[in-house]
């Protein structure tokens, strides 16, 4: 019987990334160079995903987001994950990072099963749909204390936009991976030690143009994600790019994706208080809430 790849919560940081990247191809699994081995899954090929339309899971978790999740997908987009760049490298994140990347795992799982909590008269009692999707879960880890060490948003966001030209796909927004890149510095490694549901990374879009006129006039490219909200996140690139997803904010705070309507917090992760629009800071009359 044929393996299958490292698990979900574990990805393969190295210390020397190497740049040497391959194009795309709809019907490969995706690889990146960081991961010493190509990932591979029997049921997720073209040949495997075929016969799906046979087997009951499918048809009975027909209306649930994991089974659109697979059916939506060529094996290009498998393994699924994000691609996360680390910028912190102090003694204290060397102890911290396999406690921070198992709570992210964590959370993406809640997230996979969250559909199962519920009533599924409708939606059948099968769980392969996420069973799949937990199996073909892979980061890619950026890590590389001389190169990443305190690296800021703009060198991150320009590594990754080289990293989308070279694989042919910057001008495309869709399917995840692809939509934008995390960042765990010092301030989202300690938010996600101390607190795991409310914890956050940043999240970077490598497409954002100052010059381009955005629907919300706020956008910057950049926002907070609580690792709660994870997987909402990831599926809902399937729809909207970030700039629609990112929540409204004012000048000199950050917004934060939690999977609804958005919250904004400080450099710190302090957040706005409920009853914000009492309590504005000065300058910031008139600005409404993400």
């Known amino acids: ?17 190497n740049d040497q990247f391959e194009e795309l191809n709809s019907e490969k699994f995706y690889h990146h160079p960081v991961w010493a081995q190509r990932w591979y899954h029997p049921e997720l090929t073209q040949e495997a995903s075929a016969k799906w339309l046979q ?12 089974r659109q999740f697979l059916a939506q997908r060529s094996p290009r987009y498998f393994p699924w994950g ?11 994140s060397e102890e911290l990072w396999p ?37 073909s879960h892979k980061d890619v880890i950026i890590s590389d204390p001389n190169r990443w060490g305190s690296a800021s948003i703009e060198q991150i966001r320009g590594h ?14 869709e399917k995840s991976r ?23 990374v940043g999240v970077v879009d490598a497409r954002y143009n100052p010059e381009e006129r955005y629907d919300k006039a706020s956008y910057r490219g950049f926002m907070r994600v609580q690792i709660k909200a994870l997987w909402e996140l990831y599926i809902n690139y399937d729809w909207d790019t970030m700039s629609a997803l990112c929540p ?25 208080p409920e009853n914000y629009a009492l309590k504005r800071p000065q300058g910031l009359a008139g600005r409404g809430r993400g």
């Open 99 to 135: 406690i921070v990347m198992e709570r992210m795992a964590h959370q993406l799982k809640r997230g996979i099963r969250g559909e199962l909590d519920h009533p599924r008269e409708l939606d059948g009692d099968e769980t392969r749909p996420e069973q799949l999707i937990e199996e």
């Open 178 to 200: 692809f939509a934008s890149c995390l960042v765990i510095d010092e301030r989202s490694l300690k938010s996600i030690a101390k607190g795991e549901r409310n914890g956050f």
């Open 160 to 173: 990754f936009a080289k990293y989308l030209r070279k694989i042919k796909h910057e001008d495309c927004s």
């Open 82 to 92: 994000f691609i996360i760049y680390r910028t912190v490298y102090t003694p204290e």
């Open 1 to 17: 019987m044929t393996s299958i790849a490292t698990s979900p919560s574990v990805s393969d940081p190295v210390n020397k990334p």
């Open 55 to 66: 087997e009951p899971w499918f048809n009975n978790a027909a209306n649930r987001r994991s």
């Open 248 to 272: 409204n904010y004012p000048d000199g705070w950050i917004p934060v994706y939690n999977g609804c309507y958005g919250t904004v917090q400080d450099e710190d992760g302090n957040e706005y």
